[in-house]
């Protein structure tokens, strides 16, 4: 599945938008800022597979600060199964420079 970009994704959150969204970043980040996703960091990840695995056939979309800890979990996530994994381009760092926060 194609990546989202932080524009696109703010859109859909603005909307009122029902997504399946995770934070992959540590939570002394997600505590400074973060965009209401659950948390779930990347090391983590694997133990947790199983919280997740009704949304296997759903749209997941994960994040993290600059986009590379989201494309691995993507990889994971894909691996394990998920049809519909999309990753963040530019992360939070991206999302700030364009919003604020």
């Known amino acids: 599945m194609a990546d989202i970009t932080t524009i696109e994704l703010k859109e859909r959150l603005d ?9 992959v970043r ?3 980040e997600f505590e400074a800022f973060n965009i209401g996703a659950t ?6 990840l694997p133990g947790r597979i199983s919280e997740l695995a009704h949304l296997k056939n759903e749209e997941v979309i994960v994040h993290c600060r600059s986009g590379a800890r989201s494309g691995q979990a993507k990889m994971f996530l894909e ?4 049809t519909n994994v999309r990753n ?14």
């Open 15 to 23: 909307k009122g938008e029902k997504l399946n969204l995770f934070d």
């Open 79 to 82: 691996d394990a199964g998920f």
């Open 88 to 101: 963040v381009l530019g992360g939070m760092l991206d999302w700030q420079d364009r919003f604020g926060g």
């Open 26 to 28: 540590e939570v002394h």
């Open 39 to 44: 948390l779930i960091p990347l090391g983590e």
